[in-house]
């Protein structure tokens, strides 16, 4: 009962930061902050090392043509802008790559807007369609660019309309609508609109909390989730309960004595535009990946319905059977399907052994909450917090 009312309190305290979680900003740094001094009463040696960042803030926009008002969102990252100039629409990359649209307003919609654009300065995924798109935007510069966006839960959560482009890298004013906004904008395309948005973007710095035990072993298990949330959201499930199980499971390893080098990582910027803290962390310690023996990931974790799902990524049959002997004897676990979204893979993609673990019932998560202010506390069972954390316990005792 206990563990389970400490995993109430860390969760509670980690969403009720102000304003968010955002990376970068006044309350990201109060969770980080919580975060390292927590784990440094169970004598773990911390690394709160700073890296660079963009915080942001927008304010009133408007979208305004012939005395007629359309609903529009500002686009995370983007500048402000004053514009007033004919609309052009476009719906496919061919249609952008053949339109004339300098110091013009677009309207983007359809097909080009399928997907949310990866930023374009983004390493660890970036299709070459995206980097077409962007390309073409750069050359053509339209004075600024309204996107208009339908439900993709599978790619972008519950968002809906998702912003097309969310980058403080692309320096073109943008904002984004619904599909149903975006073909009643269209209707009126050549006419004359008047686009106004208040956005700035102002230079900061955050950190990873990376605690670590036993530092002298020559391998080392790596336990990780991502302290920062969506700006939209209090992020609970994604991915607070992840850093809830963290800091349970620093308290559970106070005392390990076993052969392993311990290393929970508390990852800042999984869901910021340029992933700012898995760079900084592969820039610091990149070179020390080769004494990774597995690296775990807990992400949207505790959901108050199904069960806590892992999967397994190039791990040899000595680690799937370990943990498969582990978990199995929790009846809140069970073997899930894999999931490539998270930090997980940074480890992956260097060939190293890894765990995701997630809830069983992420596609629900994706389609109605993730990413929007739904993801409170009342989401999350603590008592499954609880269970994975004894569950890793166990199974980092007999790695």
Known sequence: MRESEEAKEYLDILCNVKPNRRTGSPGNREATNFFANKVKKWNYEVDISPFPCLDYESG????????????????????GCDVTSELVTVTTAAELENCKCANKIL??????CAEQLM????????PDHHKKIYALLEEKQPAAIIAATEKKPELVGALYPFPLIEDGDFNIPSVYCTDVVGKEIAVNTGKVFRLATEARRMPSIACNVIARKNQEAPRKIVISAHIDAYWSTPGALDDASGCVVLLLLAEMLEDYDGSSAIEIVAFNGEDYYSAGGQMDYLSRYGDDLGRISVAINLDDLGYKHGKTAY???????????KAHNIFSR????????????????IFVQKGKPAIAVTSEKIPELMASITHTPKDTPDMVDCEKLVE?????????KVF
């Not at 309207?107 to 080009?112: A, I, K, P």
């Not at 994975?388 to 980092?396: E, Q, V």
């Open 330 to 345: 929790y009846p809140g676990m069970a073997t899930g399907e894999p999931w490539y979204q998270g930090d997980h893979m």
């Open 119 to 126: 930023p374009k300065n983004f390493v660890f995924y970036n």
């Open 388 to 396: 994975t954390g004894n569950a890793l316990r166990d199974f980092i």
């Open 311 to 321: 999967s397994l990524y190039e791990c040899s049959n000595e680690i799937k059977q």
């Open 107 to 112: 309207l983007m919609r359809g097909d080009v």
């Open 60 to 79: 009133k926009t408007s979208l305004i043509c012939q005395d007629h008002a359309y609903e529009i969102n500002i686009s995370p990252f983007s500048l």
